[in-house]
């Protein structure tokens, strides 16, 4: 079946794959590897299955411009973050820092969040606890793995943004579930 979603695969020898129209590029995905949405807790660090839309693009202005895109594109500012408190109002949603619940600071020493890709993980309707902040993302240094999202090198990250359409969805199939 055809497709124009971005779709998560993997090899046989352990290996993720992002592949975004004819392109196929290495990807991280969290250390817990993937987990049916329907499990998903917030801390496991583990990627959820499933269809997600695409919503936004944010990224770090000193470090990068924004993608040439027709998604939403927002600058970081070391005031952005992410809530990942479930005891908030706010949870799974973006937040003005200084913020007085529990959350994830956007704009980072590292290079992981120069290009974010937020993605509609458990946010229509938003349920307490079963994960937040689920990006695509840029790879840090040094990284093999991530807190749950999908990661891949920023040059790749930037392509990608540029072929996504309009309603654009990530793929991360049921199948990586034995892997």
Not at 3 to 17: E, F, H, L, Q, S
Not at 32 to 44: F, P, Q, W, Y
């Amino acid at each position: 079946m055809m497709t124009d979603d971005w779709v998560v695969t993997a090899d046989d020898i352990g290996g993720y794959w992002l592949e975004a129209g004819r392109y196929r590029v290495a990807a991280h995905i969290g250390r817990g590897g993937v987990i049916s949405a329907g499990d998903k807790r917030e801390g496991d660090g583990a990627t959820p299955c499933g269809r997600w839309p695409v919503r936004a693009v944010y990224y770090r202005p000193d470090r990068v411009q924004c993608p040439k895109t027709t998604l939403p594109c927002h600058a970081l500012t070391p005031d952005c973050g992410w809530c990942d408190d479930a005891a908030s109002p706010d949870y799974n949603r973006y937040v003005k820092r200084p913020y007085h619940f529990r959350h994830e600071q956007m704009w980072r020493q590292d290079a992981a969040y120069d290009l974010v890709v937020e993605l509609g993980y458990n946010d229509a309707p938003v349920v307490l606890g079963h994960g937040s902040a689920i990006f695509l993302h840029c790879i840090a240094a040094g990284k093999t793995s991530t807190a749950g999202c999908v990661a891949v090198e920023r040059g790749d990250l930037s392509w990608i943004i540029e072929s996504a359409s309009s309603d654009q969805h990530i793929l991360i199939p049921d199948l990586l579930l034995a892997n």
